[in-house]
């Protein structure tokens, strides 16, 4: 008799994707022999996204709801958007009814601090419930600080309550928050990179100059290359401001950033006036390849990466570049030193500050020696410390131990 695999189910309710998914198909992959995944997400989500999960065989169910993420610079507007997240949280509630979420898990891409009482409520349905803290909540007001950690400390008394974090930091900086004995008994699953498909990716794309001509891209073109959501977080208009001081003198770099979404129409009003042309390309993911692998050959075009983020937990792009043997250039804010070590593994800057990273742009440019040394640097210790399968046994081992495995 074939025993019943149980069910795990990923769930988030919003359209935009990046790392955090990144991040559950790694888990996926290594779970689904003994278990019986669904992904749950917006039926308005990105068809990319739809499609690498079919491409690793996991069911997706869909939802006809999803949250309001757009910005909200006015009362009316974070009212408009509270009420819409109570609304989605309501109907997540009634859409997991489908399930006996008592003998499930189910892991859920949402901020626990502001979700509180919906992951209450879920427990209360004995449902063993896991979310991952890419980052720790910020703010500088201390009557909201008060307000989350009494939030958190609620939440982590629930015996069906777990935290996974990404990084190190994150884990440290959640300490205050939540109880000894809770902070104690969290995992760190590290968002990682395959090393077999990275290996792959390697062996089909040796020959730099024939992937440069495939994408419209001359040899003596030195390419700058930047992936992740086109927003202000990710430093973007940073990266535009150190495109347009080099453009003066070193015509010859060209910048581009690829991007999962098209920016907005406000967005590429912003971007035109850096008067860029042809040293500017944002490129959208989906219109360079229908698979994660091509995704991934596409970082090959590049001479070195940068990443000038504001706010980051540990961003796999970046991961993914080092592993790629690309020389990177990163901020130093939260995690990103856990992979970065300044000077050896890559090279980190203040966020902020595009002198700077004009600085060490031309710095590595002006010597492959360096360029090499640091890319060789960085995809040995990514190799060595970032491997899912590592990250993916440790959130697994955690499941089973809600049923007593």
């Not at 009814?97 to 901020?111: A, F, P, Q, V």
């Not at 760190?188 to 390697?202: A, E, F, G, K, N």
């Not at 040394?373 to 060595?384: C, E, L, P, W």
Request: charged share 25%; proline share 4%; hydrophobic share 45%.
């Amino acid at each position: 008799m074939i025993e019943k695999k149980r069910k795990l189910i990923f769930f988030w309710a919003y359209l935009e994707w990046g790392g955090a998914q990144i991040y559950f198909m790694s888990i996926i992959k290594h779970a689904m022999h003994e278990w019986e995944v669904i992904v749950a997400l917006p039926r308005l989500s990105s068809p990319e996204i739809v499609r690498f999960f079919d491409q690793i065989g996991v069911r997706c169910e869909f939802l006809d709801f999803h949250l309001d993420l757009d910005p909200a610079p006015t009362v009316i507007r974070k009212i408009q958007r509270q009420w819409r997240r109570i609304r989605c949280e309501i109907l997540s509630l009634d859409w997991l009814r489908r399930y006996n979420l008592e003998d499930c898990i189910l892991h859920i891409e949402t901020s626990p601090w502001q979700s509180w009482v919906f992951l209450f409520l879920l427990s209360m349905k004995r449902a063993n419930i896991f979310v991952t803290l890419h980052n720790a909540p910020f703010t500088g007001a201390r009557w909201r600080r008060l307000i989350w950690k009494a939030r958190m400390q609620f939440l982590s008394r629930l015996k069906r309550f777990h935290i996974f974090t990404s990084n190190h930091d994150t884990k440290n900086k959640i300490r205050p928050l939540v109880g000894q004995a809770f902070w104690d008994d969290i995992a760190v699953t590290y968002t990682c990179v395959s090393p077999s498909q990275i290996s792959d990716v390697l062996s089909k794309t040796k020959n730099i100059s024939s992937i440069r001509r495939q994408h419209g891209f001359e040899q003596s073109e030195f390419i700058v290359l930047c992936v992740g959501q086109f927003i202000d977080r990710k430093g973007r208009w940073v990266f535009l401001d150190a495109a347009k001081t080099l453009q003066i003198d070193n015509p010859d770099i060209t910048f581009v950033w690829m991007a999962p979404m098209r920016p907005s129409k406000a967005d590429l009003g912003l971007v035109a006036r850096y008067a860029l042309a042809d040293n500017f390309k944002l490129v959208i993911s989906a219109n360079i390849g229908s698979t994660r692998e091509e995704i991934l050959e596409y970082f090959r075009i590049a001479d070195i990466f940068i990443l000038p983020s504001f706010i980051e937990g540990l961003p796999i792009a970046l991961l993914e570049a080092m592993a790629l043997g690309l020389p990177c250039i990163s901020t130093s804010v939260f995690a990103i030193p856990e992979a970065i070590n300044d000077g050896e593994t890559g090279m980190l800057i203040e966020a902020g500050n595009p002198n700077a990273l004009v600085r060490e742009i031309l710095k590595l440019k002006a010597d492959p020696s360096l360029r090499n040394r640091i890319a060789q640097n960085g995809q040995n210790y990514v190799f060595k410390h970032f491997d899912e399968k590592v990250a993916a046994q440790t959130a697994i081992a955690k499941y089973k131990e809600c049923f007593g495995d």
